[in-house]
């Protein structure tokens, strides 16, 4: 069965940092396209940013470029996000996404596999 378990969110305030981590039990991970999405609440799920097998190539939402960055360790199965410059509106329940590459972009039908969500909260 395979499984994402998301871990690193939190309260913090505006200006700051948090780390998110993404577990996946996946024998394929080192293949699959990795994401992380957000919804807030009366929100749909967006996109955040993406990285391909290799950890080479990353693609970001305009609203998150230049101060979140993704990055994986295939050898332990492992995705991160790291967002910095944290503002209030990017308060949500965060999401990690895995997919083939053949199928996984933007959005969030491109992704079959899906953590349970960790929850960043920014005060202004």
């Known amino acids: 069965q395979v499984q994402l378990v998301e871990s690193g969110g939190g309260l913090v305030q505006a200006g700051g940092s948090l780390k998110l981590s993404c577990e996946v039990s996946?024998?394929?991970?080192?293949?699959?396209?990795m994401a992380w999405f957000r919804q807030a609440p009366g929100n749909e799920r967006e996109f955040v940013g993406n990285?391909?097998?290799?950890?080479?190539?990353?693609n970001f939402a305009d609203s998150v470029k230049g101060r979140f960055t993704i990055s994986r360790d295939n050898a332990n199965n492992a995705v991160y996000l790291q967002m910095n410059s944290l503002k209030p509106e990017d308060t949500a329940v965060y999401y990690c996404?895995?997919?083939?590459?053949?199928?996984?972009?933007?959005?969030?039908?491109?992704?079959?596999?899906w953590g349970q969500g960790t929850q960043v909260t920014v005060s202004s």
């Open positions: 990285i391909n097998w290799s950890g080479r190539v990353t």
């Open positions: 996946r024998r394929t991970f080192e293949t699959d396209t």
């Open positions: 996404a895995a997919g083939s590459p053949l199928t996984a972009t933007t959005g969030a039908a491109g992704y079959r596999y």
